[in-house]
C-alpha cells in the first residue's frame, strides 16, 4: 500500500521521501521566505488530505481494535499492557529532560524575550480538569469535527477515542449474532480507510519535500543563535530517550531490532518530522507497523491510535526542559518539590496536548501555571518551536512505534519482519 516491496530502489517509499526531504533543504535555502507561499499549496493539499483520513481512520480502527480483542477481559488486559507502557516511557522521557535541564543549566544567559504570547493561548487556557473532562464528549459528532467550540483546534480526538473504546466494547457484549455483523461492518469500514489511507500515502514524498522546503525558506538557520544552549539540551535529551531508552525497550520487551524497526518505520518517522504531527502520521505509522514491520492489525489498531493522541515522550520532556530554561531565565531555581510538581504536569499536559503542531506549546501554561512562572516565557521560545516540533513529534511517533511492538510481544505475536525466514510463524502476521 505505501510502497512496493520489489522493484528499482526509486520506487520504493521510503527513498522517494528521503530524496525530498534532502532536495528541500536547498530549495527552502535559495527560495526564502517566499518558499512557503509558493509551495504551501502543495504541502496543504497533503495535510488536507491526511487530516481527512485521520477522524475516520481513528475511529474505525479502535471500534475494529477493541472488538477483534474478542471479550471485555481481552480489552482490559490489551489496555492496562499500552497504558503501562505510555506511562513508563513517558515517565523516563521526563527524567532524561529534568536531568539534562540541571545538567545543562541552558538558561544561564538569562534570554528575556519581548515576543508576544501566541494567541491561541489566551483562547484555550487549558486546565488540568480542563483536559480529563475533554475525555467525555458531550456529542460525539462534534467532537469529530472540532474541540473546544474552535474549528481552528481541529477535532477533539480524545473524547473520539473514549467515545470509540466505549462503542467496541458495547459491540462486544452485544448477543453474538449481532456482534458478528456489527464487527464484520466495522471491520470493513476499516479496511476501506486503509486502501484509502494507501492512496494518500503515496503522495507523502511530495508532500514532505513541500512541507520541509516551507520550514526552511521561512527559518533559515539564523534564529537559532540566540537560543543555542536551550536547542541543545532538547535535541540532546531527544536524542538520548530515541536512541537509548526506547532501543532498550524495543530489544527487552518487544524483542525486536530497534535499527529494523526503525527502517521499517521509516516512512512514518519522516513524515512526522515534517509535519510536526503525529495525528496527520498516524496513517502512515500504522500502515508500515503492519506492513512493513509485520505488527498483526489487531495490536497496532489498538495501540497506535491511542498513541498517537496521548503517548507524548517528546512533548512530555520538552515541556520540562523548556520550563525550567524559562525559570533559570527568570533568575527562578525550581526546587526538588516544584521539579516534581513540572513532572506530574508535564506528564499530563502531554496527554492532553493533541498531535497537531504546536499543540505543546499550548499546553505549556498548565506546566508554567503550576510553579507560578508567568505565561509570557513562552514567547522567549516560540522562534525555535517549530524545528523542536519536528523533532519532538518524530520521537512521539517513535515511542508509539516502539509500543505497538511492546504490546504485540507481550500479547504472544512473534516478533519477525515480513520477509524473514520465520516471518507468520508465531502468529505475526498482521
Ligand atoms: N506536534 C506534536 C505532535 O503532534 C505535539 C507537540 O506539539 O508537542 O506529536
Redesign the pocket.
Known amino acids: 500500500m505505501g510502497g512496493r516491496q520489489n522493484g528499482r530502489w526509486w520506487t520504493k517509499l521510503h527513498w522517494q521521501i528521503l530524496a525530498g526531504m534532502l532536495l528541500a533543504i536547498p530549495v527552502g535555502l535559495l527560495g526564502g521566505p517566499g518558499t512557503a507561499g509558493a509551495l504551501g499549496w502543495l504541502g496543504d493539499v497533503f495535510l488536507r488530505l491526511l487530516k481527512m483520513v485521520v477522524v475516520p481512520l481513528i475511529f474505525f480502527s479502535i471500534v475494529t481494535g477493541v472488538t477483534s480483542i474478542g471479550s471485555l477481559r481481552g480489552v482490559g488486559r490489551i489496555g492496562w499492557k499500552t497504558a503501562a507502557y505510555y506511562l513508563l516511557t513517558s515517565a523516563a522521557a521526563i527524567c532524561v529532560g529534568l536531568l539534562m535541564a540541571n545538567l545543562v543549566h541552558p538558561g544561564h544567559a538569562g534570554i528575556i524575550s519581548t515576543a508576544a504570547v501566541p494567541e491561541q493561548l489566551g483562547r484555550v487556557s487549558p486546565s488540568l480538569g480542563g483536559v480529563l473532562l475533554r475525555l467525555i464528549p458531550e456529542n460525539p459528532i462534534e467532537d469529530m469535527i472540532y474541540a473546544n467550540d474552535d474549528p481552528r483546534q481541529g477535532p477533539n480526538v480524545l473524547g473520539v477515542i473514549f467515545f470509540a473504546v466505549l462503542l467496541g466494547a458495547a459491540v462486544l457484549a452485544l448477543d453474538s449474532e449481532r456482534r458478528r455483523r456489527l464487527a464484520g461492518a466495522f471491520e470493513s469500514l476499516f479496511a476501506a480507510m486503509m486502501k484509502l489511507t494507501g492512496w494518500v500515502i503515496r503522495l507523502a514524498p511530495l508532500g514532505v519535500f513541500a512541507l520541509l522546503a516551507g520550514v526552511v525558506g521561512e527559518t533559515g538557520f539564523a534564529s537559532f543563535g540566540a537560543l543555542g544552549w536551550y536547542l541543545l539540551t532538547v535535541l540532546l535529551a531527544l536524542l538520548v530517550h530515541a536512541l537509548l531508552t526506547l532501543p532498550l525497550i524495543c530489544r527487552l520487551v518487544a524483542g525486536r531490532s530497534p535499527w529494523r524497526l526503525a527502517r521499517a518505520l521509516g516512512p512514518a518517522l519522516a513524515t512526522a518530522f515534517s509535519t510536526?504531527?503525529?495525528?496527520a502520521t498516524l496513517p502512515l505509522t500504522m500502515d508500515c507497523s503492519e506492513r512493513r514491520a509485520g505488527i498483526s492489525n489487531r495490536v497496532s489498531s489498538f495501540v497506535l491510535p491511542l498513541g498517537a493522541t496521548i503517548n507524548?515522550d517528546?512533548?512530555a520532556l520538552?515541556e520540562c526542559v523548556a520550563v525550567l530554561f524559562i525559570a533559570q531565565c527568570y533568575g527562578v531555581e525550581l526546587g526538588m518539590g516544584q521539579q516534581l510538581v513540572v513532572m506530574l504536569t508535564a506528564l499530563l499536559a502531554s496527554i492532553g496536548?493533541a498531535?497537531?503542531?504546536?499543540?505543546?506549546?499550548v499546553m505549556m501554561s498548565i506546566v508554567l501555571g503550576a510553579v507560578g512562572l508567568p505565561l509570557e516565557g513562552i514567547g522567549m521560545i516560540l522562534a525555535v518551536d517549530r524545528i523542536l516540533?519536528m523533532c519532538?513529534?518524530t520521537v512521539?511517533v517513535w515511542s508509539d512505534s516502539v509500543g505497538a511492538a511492546s504490546v504485540a510481544r507481550l500479547q504472544g505475536e512473534g516478533t519477525a519482519f515480513p520477509g524473514d525466514r520465520d516471518f507468520g510463524a508465531a502468529g505475526s502476521k498482521p
Not at 510536526?276 to 495525528?279: K, L
Not at 498531535?355 to 506549546?361: C, R, S
Request: glycine share 16%; hydrophobic share 30%.
Open positions: 510536526a504531527s503525529s495525528n507524548m517528546g512533548t520538552y496536548a498531535g497537531i503542531p504546536h499543540a505543546g506549546l516540533d519532538r513529534t512521539n
